[in-house]
């Protein structure tokens, strides 16, 4: 069973600071892809890393692959109110059964 | 069409009851899968289907089955529902292979009583 286990699981920072956001597994991913949900909506993609050691960048938010396809990271600089939310990371297996493995997900709250 | 569509987005039904939850995909998205989250936690995997064929299942029971049209919608079918079955339902699309992310729905957010 693959999983993938977020840290923290809740971060309360005031606006302006940075934040790095970590989502860790054994198992190899082909892609790692980063999520935000609002209250009452589905996630929304931020975006997905395909190649280990990979790095995009979103305005303010960094994500990195790990080398090994295993780990993933969210840096956010010069946080603000709205991006408060929650922060979900999900692996698509590299093979076998198509199955698309979430994050515990980590409760993001920016302080004005 | 742009977006994921679900429906309804709230629904009560009684332990042991039957129910069938909706989803509306983007032209063009061939796969489809679906996802339970209990709140407070990430969305568990239920299934997936892609050209209306199943293609990955996660470790939920025989009860849990769905159904994928060439319209681009789908459906979710829950027999015999149970109080734990309460949560949100999501539904997702996408256009291409495992590389590409999902288009969410907002959810149906199922209660049993």
């Known amino acids: 069973t693959q999983l993938l286990e977020q840290s923290p699981q809740f971060l309360s920072i005031q606006e302006g600071e940075n934040l790095t956001v970590y989502c860790n597994s054994s198992?190899?991913?082909?892609?790692l892809q980063w999520y935000r949900q609002e209250p009452g909506e589905g996630p929304v993609l931020l975006v997905t890393?395909?190649?280990?050691?990979e790095v995009k960048k979103l305005k303010r938010l960094t994500f990195q692959f790990g080398d090994a396809r295993k780990d993933s990271s969210l840096h956010i600089t010069a946080a603000q109110p709205g991006d408060t939310g929650l922060y979900l990371c999900?692996?698509?297996?590299?093979?076998?059964?198509?199955?698309?493995?979430f994050g515990t997900g980590t409760r993001l709250t920016i302080i004005p | 069409e742009t977006g994921v569509t679900q429906s309804p987005t709230h629904l009560i039904k009684t332990r042991g009851q039957q129910v069938t939850l909706r989803c509306s995909s983007q032209?063009?998205?061939?796969?489809v899968s679906w996802y339970q989250q209990a709140l407070g936690q990430g969305p568990q995997f239920i299934f997936q289907?892609?050209?209306?064929?199943?293609?990955g299942r996660g470790n939920f029971p025989p009860r849990f089955s769905g159904l994928q049209f060439p319209n681009y919608s789908s459906e979710l079918n829950v027999n015999a529902l149970e109080l734990d079955d309460s949560a949100l339902y999501l539904c997702?699309?996408?256009?291409?292979?495992?590389?590409?992310?999902?288009?969410f729905g907002s959810g149906t957010r199922l209660t049993v009583v």
């Open positions: 997702a699309s996408r256009e291409g292979g495992r590389a590409y992310g999902y288009t």
């Open positions: 198992s190899v991913f082909s892609s």
């Open positions: 890393v395909v190649t280990g050691g």
């Open positions: 999900a692996g698509a297996p590299a093979f076998g059964n198509e199955k698309l493995t």
């Open positions: 032209s063009g998205h061939n796969t």
């Open positions: 289907y892609y050209r209306e064929e199943e293609n």
